[in-house]
């Protein structure tokens, strides 16, 4: 199991690969009741990591307590999950052939200094991407993302391609994330609550600058990755609040970014603040590129976090 720790400022981070953390199926076993009795978390196994869950596996804040936001059921918080086209989703970023428990999909931790490591990802065919994400921590209460993409001929089914990051938050006291949108066109944009409409299912936003969206959507049956709701973000801003901290993601790039929410998708107390990014006329051969940046820090509004992300944008 390959794993790295990184810190500066207020943070200290775990990032980790796909290598594998199995052990012997009667372990295998009790931690999977456990995680179905709701009793992993507080249990003997709440260290253990399954194999295939592979990138920001704990975060910690000197301003926050002592207990990692990321501390869901064996698996690590912010993970590439879905490799998806016009043939469907799979979960080749975490395995070979996709199937949980299968052998872990090709990855390498390589550290660069003491606050920075790159994660590298090889997915395997049909589905033939390599993913290369660069984790730094930036005082006094960053983490900086790099992620390049690179497609290989023959690994995708149509002209586009998406990749999808789950990212598993423990036991937050309110579930949903917030947005920054327009409740109509021509209106004053505003802080969203993503779970304010029911049902709470599994569901998706993409910018009010995708003047269109993928073949077949806004899908309710496709759920998380193509069930895109009306609401419409107006800057590539999420975050949520999570004990006296708030987490908060933003992103630059020049694709087009989708948040999403799971409400259960780390377990029943746990939801997943997601995120994914849709390549349209993707090229075989080309790489793709985007930044992020998570924030975690002492919550002081939302007013704070659009500060953040322009402070963020003009800096660049």
């Not at 918080?77 to 970023?93: I, T």
């Not at 309110?174 to 609550?193: L, M, N």
Request: net charge negative.
């Amino acid at each position: 199991m390959g794993t790295q720790f990184i810190t500066a400022g207020d943070l200290f981070v775990e990032i980790v690969d796909n290598a594998d953390a199995s052990d012997p199926p009667t372990r295998d076993d009790a931690r999977m009741a456990a995680i179905k009795d709701g009793t992993f978390e507080d249990g003997p196994f709440r260290f253990d990591r399954y194999t295939g869950y592979n990138g920001m596996r704990q975060l910690y804040s000197r301003h926050g307590p002592a207990e990692n936001i990321f501390g869901v059921a064996g698996g690590s918080g912010l993970n590439f999950e879905f490799v998806y086209d016009a043939a469907g989703s799979s979960m080749r970023p975490r395995w070979v052939d996709g199937r949980s428990g299968g052998a872990p999909t090709p990855s390498s931790l390589t550290r660069v200094d003491e606050s920075t490591v790159v994660l590298t990802t090889r997915v395997q065919p049909p589905q033939r991407v390599d993913v290369q994400t660069t984790f730094r921590v930036v005082p006094p209460h960053y983490v900086d993302l790099e992620t390049v993409m690179s497609p290989h001929p023959g690994s995708f089914t149509g002209d586009w391609v998406g990749l999808f990051w789950a990212c598993y938050i423990r036991r937050p006291e309110v579930k949903t994330t917030y947005i920054r949108a327009r409740p109509r066109a021509g209106a004053e944009s505003d802080r969203a609550a993503t779970l304010a409409e029911p049902p709470h299912d599994a569901r998706a936003f993409a910018s009010e600058r995708e003047a269109a969206l993928l073949p077949g959507e806004p899908d309710p049956a496709g759920r998380l990755l193509h069930n895109i709701q009306p609401l419409r973000y107006v800057e590539p801003v999420m975050f949520g609040r999570w004990r006296n901290m708030v987490l908060a993601l933003m992103l630059r790039t020049d694709d087009h970014l989708r948040f999403a929410i799971q409400p259960t998708g780390g377990g029943p107390r746990n939801p997943a603040w997601d995120f994914g990014i849709v390549i349209k006329q993707c090229q075989a051969g080309e790489a793709y590129r985007w930044q992020g940046r998570l924030v975690f820090k002492p919550d002081r509004g939302p007013d704070d976090i659009w500060s953040e992300y322009r402070h963020w944008m003009q800096a660049e």
